[in-house]
């Protein structure tokens, strides 16, 4: 910490009143409650605070001009700190107002803001508390109720709305951290992680798959069954199928904003038997319109 002196802007001969006017002038120009979302000016009201603290008060700013106590106020011989300023709550100095006694006493409107926010503070709502859950794809898209372990051994039921995307955070309001005095408590707020499915892959509401067919299915056509999020359904293959066909099976893809379904498309592909067939090779050896066929003639 710098020197209290410097910090407030003042000599080390200043009178009593001179460091506490200069003290007011900056709390009332750094106080967090008048700067809302600046970490810069409330790190310096901290460190205002905390020099007021010290040279503010008559005994403990006479042991401070004598070398009995350092900047922070800890004891130069034992080390000991005279006021841990890192509450256990994760408060700042200014949560504490017996700095400011001497202000909260007249009528003006620094005062009337240092007093409600005393108030409030003493009332304040507890602080929102984040968790990850990760939920399986099919479960983002046809929706679950999920049980969430918390790191202190209490469970929290959570329902996943239909067609949530990775990466959504659900608030459950009151579940968080309980407030101090009369205030709410906080909010869960739950960042839902989407795991990967290996057959499934997702494009806004629409999702798709890759699905392996047998040579014959490819060239006669045929009934198969296709995953689906929500079960297996029947879907015909034409004849005459090719590796890179898609077809689309309607309203089987996530739930839309405004109503139904995306779709989810089906990329067909070609695999052959792993071991080799010798009736297959006789027919292909003997198949001249097969021999004839350049499937990379068109290609540029």
Do not use: C
């Not at 967090?32 to 403990?60: M, Q, R």
């Not at 046809?142 to 969430?148: V, Y």
């Not at 407030?179 to 290996?198: F, S, T």
């Amino acid at each position: 910490m710098k020197n209290p002196y410097e910090v407030l802007g003042v000599s080390p001969t200043a009178s009593a009143s001179d460091i506490q006017s200069a003290y007011r002038k900056l709390a009332k120009k750094l106080h967090p409650d008048l700067n809302p979302g600046d970490k810069s000016a409330e790190d310096k009201f901290k460190e205002v605070a905390a020099a007021y603290d010290l040279v503010g008060d008559a005994d403990k700013r006479k042991r401070f001009d004598a070398g009995e106590i350092d900047e922070t106020g800890a004891e130069r011989s034992q080390h000991h700190y005279y006021r841990d300023f890192a509450h256990s709550d994760g408060g700042h100095p200014y949560m504490d107002t017996s700095g400011f006694a001497d202000f909260m006493e007249s009528d003006d409107a620094f005062a009337d803001l240092l007093r409600r926010s005393q108030r409030s503070r003493a009332n304040r709502r507890g602080e929102d508390l984040h968790y990850t859950l990760p939920i399986s794809f099919v479960e983002s898209i046809t929706g679950a109720n999920k049980r969430l372990t918390l790191p202190g051994g209490g469970t929290l039921d959570v329902t996943i709305p239909a067609g949530l995307v990775d990466g959504k955070i659900l608030r459950l309001k009151g579940k968080g951290a309980p407030g101090a005095g009369k205030g709410a408590p906080g909010d869960a707020l739950i960042q839902v992680e989407v795991l990967p499915d290996p057959r499934f892959q997702r494009d806004g509401d629409d999702i798709s798959i890759e699905l392996p067919i047998s040579l014959n299915e490819a060239v006669l056509g045929g009934k198969i069954r296709v995953p689906t999020p929500t079960g297996d359904v029947s879907m015909s293959i034409p004849k005459g199928s090719n590796t890179g066909t898609t077809l689309r099976l309607r309203g089987k893809g996530a739930p839309q904003r405004g109503g139904g379904h995306g779709d989810e498309f089906v990329k067909l592909r070609i695999v052959l038997p792993k071991h080799t067939d010798p009736e297959l090779e006789t027919f292909v050896s003997n198949w001249t319109a097969g021999r004839d066929f350049n499937p990379r003639e068109d290609r540029s």
